[in-house]
Protein backbone atom coordinates (compact mmCIF):
# COMPACT_ATOMS: atom_id res chain seq x y z
CA UNK A 1 0.00 0.00 0.00
CA UNK A 2 2.38 2.61 -1.43
CA UNK A 3 0.30 4.90 -2.76
CA UNK A 4 -1.40 7.96 -1.23
CA UNK A 5 -4.77 6.55 0.82
CA UNK A 6 -8.63 7.56 0.07
CA UNK A 7 -10.01 10.36 2.52
CA UNK A 8 -13.42 8.79 3.84
CA UNK A 9 -15.88 11.68 4.94
CA UNK A 10 -17.55 11.08 8.45
CA UNK A 11 -20.98 11.31 6.80
CA UNK A 12 -24.04 12.16 9.44
CA UNK A 13 -23.16 10.94 12.37
CA UNK A 14 -26.69 9.48 13.30
CA UNK A 15 -27.06 7.51 9.92
CA UNK A 16 -25.51 4.45 9.27
CA UNK A 17 -22.01 5.70 7.99
CA UNK A 18 -19.92 4.83 11.09
CA UNK A 19 -21.27 1.23 11.09
CA UNK A 20 -20.64 0.72 7.35
CA UNK A 21 -17.04 2.73 7.59
CA UNK A 22 -16.17 -0.18 10.57
CA UNK A 23 -17.01 -2.83 8.47
CA UNK A 24 -15.43 -1.85 5.34
CA UNK A 25 -12.29 -1.60 6.97
CA UNK A 26 -12.74 -5.26 7.96
CA UNK A 27 -13.50 -6.36 4.18
CA UNK A 28 -10.49 -4.21 2.72
CA UNK A 29 -7.91 -3.79 5.88
CA UNK A 30 -5.47 -6.21 3.09
CA UNK A 31 -6.18 -4.46 -0.29
CA UNK A 32 -6.67 -0.84 0.08
CA UNK A 33 -5.49 2.33 2.16
CA UNK A 34 -8.27 4.49 3.08
CA UNK A 35 -8.95 6.87 6.51
CA UNK A 36 -11.60 8.14 8.04
CA UNK A 37 -12.28 12.02 8.70
CA UNK A 38 -14.27 12.20 11.58
CA UNK A 39 -14.89 11.60 15.87
CA UNK A 40 -13.65 7.99 16.51
CA UNK A 41 -16.20 7.99 19.32
CA UNK A 42 -18.62 7.85 16.81
CA UNK A 43 -17.64 3.98 15.72
CA UNK A 44 -19.37 0.59 17.04
CA UNK A 45 -18.21 -0.47 20.14
CA UNK A 46 -15.06 -2.75 19.89
CA UNK A 47 -13.94 -1.23 16.13
CA UNK A 48 -10.45 -1.17 16.32
CA UNK A 49 -9.34 1.80 16.00
CA UNK A 50 -5.52 3.99 15.26
CA UNK A 51 -6.10 7.85 15.49
CA UNK A 52 -3.67 9.23 12.69
CA UNK A 53 -1.75 12.57 12.79
CA UNK A 54 -1.36 12.47 8.85
CA UNK A 55 -2.98 10.57 5.98
CA UNK A 56 0.58 9.10 4.83
CA UNK A 57 0.12 7.26 8.83
CA UNK A 58 -3.26 5.74 6.91
CA UNK A 59 -1.32 2.80 4.69
CA UNK A 60 0.64 1.28 7.52
CA UNK A 61 -2.27 1.82 10.23
CA UNK A 62 -4.85 -0.16 8.08
CA UNK A 63 -3.60 -3.64 9.63
CA UNK A 64 -3.82 -2.98 13.09
CA UNK A 65 -7.54 -1.03 12.96
CA UNK A 66 -9.31 1.69 11.38
CA UNK A 67 -7.09 4.48 10.74
CA UNK A 68 -8.82 7.67 11.40
CA UNK A 69 -8.20 11.20 11.42
CA UNK A 70 -9.33 11.94 14.50
CA UNK A 71 -11.81 15.65 14.78
CA UNK A 72 -14.12 16.25 18.04
CA UNK A 73 -17.83 16.66 17.06
CA UNK A 74 -18.95 18.06 20.18
CA UNK A 75 -21.73 15.70 20.65
CA UNK A 76 -22.02 11.82 20.97
CA UNK A 77 -23.78 9.98 18.46
CA UNK A 78 -27.32 9.09 18.76
CA UNK A 79 -28.26 6.75 15.87
CA UNK A 80 -31.03 7.39 14.24
CA UNK A 81 -31.27 11.14 15.81
CA UNK A 82 -29.61 13.90 14.05
CA UNK A 83 -27.80 16.45 16.29
CA UNK A 84 -27.82 19.84 15.09
CA UNK A 85 -23.93 19.90 16.82
CA UNK A 86 -22.94 17.28 14.55
CA UNK A 87 -23.38 19.73 11.09
CA UNK A 88 -20.63 21.84 10.68
CA UNK A 89 -18.44 19.47 11.70
CA UNK A 90 -19.72 16.87 9.08
CA UNK A 91 -19.65 19.91 6.47
CA UNK A 92 -15.79 20.53 7.44
CA UNK A 93 -15.33 16.64 6.98
CA UNK A 94 -16.09 17.26 3.37
CA UNK A 95 -13.87 20.28 2.72
CA UNK A 96 -10.80 18.41 4.23
CA UNK A 97 -10.95 15.56 2.49
CA UNK A 98 -11.30 18.20 -0.84
CA UNK A 99 -8.59 20.05 0.32
CA UNK A 100 -6.19 16.80 1.09
CA UNK A 101 -7.20 15.45 -2.54
CA UNK A 102 -5.94 18.23 -4.11
CA UNK A 103 -2.91 18.92 -1.92
CA UNK A 104 -2.03 15.16 -3.30
CA UNK A 105 -2.43 13.97 0.63
CA UNK A 106 -5.01 11.59 -0.52
CA UNK A 107 -5.69 10.09 -3.86
CA UNK A 108 -9.45 10.25 -4.28
CA UNK A 109 -12.58 11.20 -1.93
CA UNK A 110 -15.16 8.81 -1.11
CA UNK A 111 -18.07 10.40 1.11
CA UNK A 112 -20.37 8.35 3.57
CA UNK A 113 -24.17 9.81 3.36
CA UNK A 114 -24.98 12.98 4.44
CA UNK A 115 -28.87 14.55 5.91
CA UNK A 116 -29.47 17.46 3.86
CA UNK A 117 -32.12 18.78 6.54
CA UNK A 118 -30.06 18.25 9.12
CA UNK A 119 -26.89 20.14 7.64
CA UNK A 120 -29.53 23.17 6.92
CA UNK A 121 -30.88 23.25 10.48
CA UNK A 122 -27.42 22.59 12.42
CA UNK A 123 -25.04 24.38 9.90
CA UNK A 124 -27.10 26.77 6.79
CA UNK A 125 -25.91 24.77 4.63
CA UNK A 126 -27.12 26.14 1.29
CA UNK A 127 -26.54 23.36 -1.16
CA UNK A 128 -29.27 20.97 -2.73
CA UNK A 129 -26.61 18.21 -2.05
CA UNK A 130 -23.36 16.45 -2.19
CA UNK A 131 -22.50 16.99 -5.85
CA UNK A 132 -23.29 20.34 -5.83
CA UNK A 133 -21.04 21.54 -2.50
CA UNK A 134 -18.22 19.37 -4.28
CA UNK A 135 -18.37 21.66 -7.46
CA UNK A 136 -18.29 24.78 -5.37
CA UNK A 137 -15.34 23.47 -3.29
CA UNK A 138 -13.66 22.29 -6.63
CA UNK A 139 -14.36 25.76 -8.27
CA UNK A 140 -16.14 24.18 -11.35
CA UNK A 141 -19.55 25.28 -13.00
CA UNK A 142 -20.87 21.81 -14.37
CA UNK A 143 -19.94 18.07 -13.51
CA UNK A 144 -22.06 15.16 -14.02
CA UNK A 145 -23.34 12.06 -11.73
CA UNK A 146 -22.12 8.33 -13.18
CA UNK A 147 -23.72 5.39 -11.29
CA UNK A 148 -21.44 2.58 -11.83
CA UNK A 149 -21.31 -1.09 -10.86
CA UNK A 150 -19.33 -4.16 -12.96
CA UNK A 151 -22.22 -4.84 -15.10
CA UNK A 152 -23.24 -1.18 -16.20
CA UNK A 153 -22.13 2.61 -15.77
CA UNK A 154 -25.30 5.58 -16.43
CA UNK A 155 -24.99 9.05 -16.55
CA UNK A 156 -28.75 11.00 -16.13
CA UNK A 157 -28.37 13.76 -18.10
CA UNK A 158 -31.17 15.52 -16.48
CA UNK A 159 -31.48 14.62 -12.47
CA UNK A 160 -33.86 15.54 -9.93
CA UNK A 161 -36.49 17.49 -11.71
CA UNK A 162 -40.31 16.76 -12.41
CA UNK A 163 -40.36 14.42 -15.67
CA UNK A 164 -42.67 17.28 -17.36
CA UNK A 165 -39.97 19.52 -17.28
CA UNK A 166 -37.66 17.14 -19.40
CA UNK A 167 -38.24 17.75 -22.40
CA UNK A 168 -37.62 21.43 -21.59
CA UNK A 169 -34.15 21.24 -19.50
CA UNK A 170 -33.04 19.11 -22.01
CA UNK A 171 -31.25 21.57 -24.19
CA UNK A 172 -28.40 20.46 -26.99
CA UNK A 173 -25.81 22.41 -24.68
CA UNK A 174 -27.02 20.24 -21.77
CA UNK A 175 -26.71 17.44 -23.70
CA UNK A 176 -23.01 17.76 -24.84
CA UNK A 177 -21.56 18.73 -21.80
CA UNK A 178 -22.72 15.98 -20.56
CA UNK A 179 -21.12 13.89 -22.82
CA UNK A 180 -17.72 15.81 -23.03
CA UNK A 181 -17.36 15.99 -19.25
CA UNK A 182 -18.18 12.24 -19.41
CA UNK A 183 -16.28 11.26 -22.44
CA UNK A 184 -13.34 13.34 -20.43
CA UNK A 185 -13.53 11.52 -17.35
CA UNK A 186 -13.18 8.00 -19.10
CA UNK A 187 -10.32 8.43 -20.54
CA UNK A 188 -8.71 10.44 -17.49
CA UNK A 189 -9.34 7.06 -15.45
CA UNK A 190 -7.63 4.74 -18.61
CA UNK A 191 -10.27 4.27 -21.45
CA UNK A 192 -8.17 5.63 -24.54
CA UNK A 193 -11.47 6.27 -26.74
CA UNK A 194 -14.79 5.57 -24.37
CA UNK A 195 -17.59 4.16 -26.28
CA UNK A 196 -20.63 6.18 -25.26
CA UNK A 197 -24.39 5.05 -26.06
CA UNK A 198 -26.94 7.56 -25.97
CA UNK A 199 -30.75 6.77 -25.36
CA UNK A 200 -33.72 8.87 -26.86
CA UNK A 201 -36.16 10.28 -24.74
CA UNK A 202 -39.10 9.05 -26.30
CA UNK A 203 -40.57 5.80 -26.77
CA UNK A 204 -38.49 3.61 -29.68
CA UNK A 205 -36.35 6.84 -30.22
CA UNK A 206 -39.50 8.42 -31.33
CA UNK A 207 -40.33 5.99 -33.58
CA UNK A 208 -39.28 8.22 -36.60
CA UNK A 209 -41.16 11.18 -35.17
CA UNK A 210 -44.11 9.20 -34.75
CA UNK A 211 -43.94 9.44 -30.74
CA UNK A 212 -41.93 12.70 -30.76
CA UNK A 213 -39.41 14.78 -32.62
CA UNK A 214 -36.52 15.11 -29.92
CA UNK A 215 -34.28 12.70 -30.82
CA UNK A 216 -34.64 14.03 -34.75
CA UNK A 217 -34.58 17.87 -34.44
CA UNK A 218 -32.26 18.14 -31.27
CA UNK A 219 -30.58 15.19 -30.67
CA UNK A 220 -29.10 13.18 -33.44
CA UNK A 221 -27.84 16.75 -35.17
CA UNK A 222 -25.96 16.74 -32.42
CA UNK A 223 -24.66 13.55 -32.11
CA UNK A 224 -23.97 13.33 -36.01
CA UNK A 225 -21.63 16.80 -34.87
CA UNK A 226 -19.87 15.35 -32.18
CA UNK A 227 -18.71 11.86 -34.25
CA UNK A 228 -17.42 14.14 -36.57
CA UNK A 229 -15.43 15.75 -34.03
CA UNK A 230 -13.99 12.12 -32.89
CA UNK A 231 -16.71 11.13 -30.39
CA UNK A 232 -17.35 7.27 -30.59
CA UNK A 233 -21.16 7.78 -30.22
CA UNK A 234 -24.09 5.41 -30.85
CA UNK A 235 -27.98 6.76 -30.62
CA UNK A 236 -30.37 7.71 -30.19
CA UNK A 237 -31.57 4.44 -29.10
CA UNK A 238 -35.07 2.99 -27.82
CA UNK A 239 -34.05 3.18 -23.84
CA UNK A 240 -36.08 -0.52 -24.19
CA UNK A 241 -33.32 -2.28 -25.57
CA UNK A 242 -30.09 -0.69 -24.43
CA UNK A 243 -29.71 -2.77 -21.21
CA UNK A 244 -30.17 -6.64 -21.93
CA UNK A 245 -26.56 -8.15 -21.40
CA UNK A 246 -25.35 -8.18 -25.63
CA UNK A 247 -26.20 -4.54 -26.28
CA UNK A 248 -24.18 -3.86 -22.85
CA UNK A 249 -21.03 -4.90 -24.21
CA UNK A 250 -21.52 -2.26 -26.98
CA UNK A 251 -20.52 0.38 -24.66
CA UNK A 252 -18.62 1.83 -21.94
CA UNK A 253 -21.23 4.09 -20.63
CA UNK A 254 -24.65 4.49 -21.58
CA UNK A 255 -26.14 8.48 -21.36
CA UNK A 256 -29.64 8.69 -20.48
CA UNK A 257 -32.44 11.64 -20.53
CA UNK A 258 -33.62 11.36 -17.49
CA UNK A 259 -33.40 9.81 -13.86
CA UNK A 260 -35.53 6.87 -13.85
CA UNK A 261 -34.29 6.18 -17.23
CA UNK A 262 -30.32 5.61 -15.87
CA UNK A 263 -31.27 4.12 -12.36
CA UNK A 264 -33.76 1.47 -12.92
CA UNK A 265 -31.38 -0.89 -14.80
CA UNK A 266 -28.41 -0.32 -12.59
CA UNK A 267 -30.38 -0.67 -9.45
CA UNK A 268 -32.06 -3.46 -11.25
CA UNK A 269 -28.97 -4.96 -12.24
CA UNK A 270 -26.86 -4.57 -9.04
CA UNK A 271 -28.69 -3.35 -6.38
CA UNK A 272 -26.37 -3.82 -3.21
CA UNK A 273 -23.16 -2.78 -5.45
CA UNK A 274 -24.01 0.72 -6.97
CA UNK A 275 -21.65 3.50 -6.76
CA UNK A 276 -22.40 7.06 -6.78
CA UNK A 277 -19.47 8.42 -9.32
CA UNK A 278 -19.20 12.36 -9.58
CA UNK A 279 -17.58 13.53 -13.05
CA UNK A 280 -15.76 16.52 -14.11
CA UNK A 281 -14.66 18.24 -10.45
CA UNK A 282 -10.61 17.62 -11.61
CA UNK A 283 -10.51 14.45 -8.83
CA UNK A 284 -12.09 11.04 -8.09
CA UNK A 285 -14.94 11.65 -5.77
CA UNK A 286 -17.20 8.31 -5.39
CA UNK A 287 -20.28 7.32 -2.90
CA UNK A 288 -22.37 4.54 -1.51
CA UNK A 289 -25.39 4.71 -3.66
CA UNK A 290 -27.57 4.71 -0.69
CA UNK A 291 -29.07 7.34 2.02
CA UNK A 292 -28.28 7.43 5.71
CA UNK A 293 -30.89 4.68 6.60
CA UNK A 294 -31.69 6.04 9.83
CA UNK A 295 -34.14 2.80 10.75
CA UNK A 296 -31.25 0.36 11.01
CA UNK A 297 -28.38 2.73 11.92
CA UNK A 298 -26.56 1.09 15.15
CA UNK A 299 -28.27 -1.93 14.88
CA UNK A 300 -25.14 -3.68 13.09
CA UNK A 301 -27.76 -4.88 10.04
CA UNK A 302 -26.44 -1.77 7.68
CA UNK A 303 -24.87 -3.88 4.67
CA UNK A 304 -21.69 -2.05 4.03
CA UNK A 305 -21.47 -3.50 0.15
CA UNK A 306 -21.79 -0.41 -1.84
CA UNK A 307 -19.45 1.59 0.25
CA UNK A 308 -16.89 -1.27 -0.22
CA UNK A 309 -17.63 -1.19 -3.52
CA UNK A 310 -16.78 2.64 -4.12
CA UNK A 311 -14.00 2.54 -2.52
CA UNK A 312 -12.64 -0.34 -4.11
CA UNK A 313 -13.72 2.18 -7.70
CA UNK A 314 -11.93 5.25 -6.29
CA UNK A 315 -8.38 2.45 -6.21
CA UNK A 316 -9.29 2.35 -9.73
CA UNK A 317 -9.99 5.17 -11.04
CA UNK A 318 -7.21 7.05 -9.52
CA UNK A 319 -4.75 4.76 -10.56
Not at 101 to 124: E, F, M, Y
Amino acid sequence: MTHAPIALTSGEPAGVGPDIAAKAWAALRDELAFFLIGDPGHLPAGTPIVEIADPAEAPGAMARGLPVLARDFGAPRLPGQADPRHARHVVASIREAVALVQSGRARAVCTNPIHKKALKDGAGFAFPGHTEFLAHLAGVERVVMMLACDALRVVPTTIHIPLSQVPVALTPELLEDTIRITARALRETGLARPRLAVAGLNPHAGEGGAMGREEIEMISPLLDRMRADGFDLTGPLPADTMFHPEARARYDVAICMYHDQALIPIKTLDFAHGVNVTLGLGFVRTSPDHGTAFDIAGTGRADPSSLIAALRMARDMSR
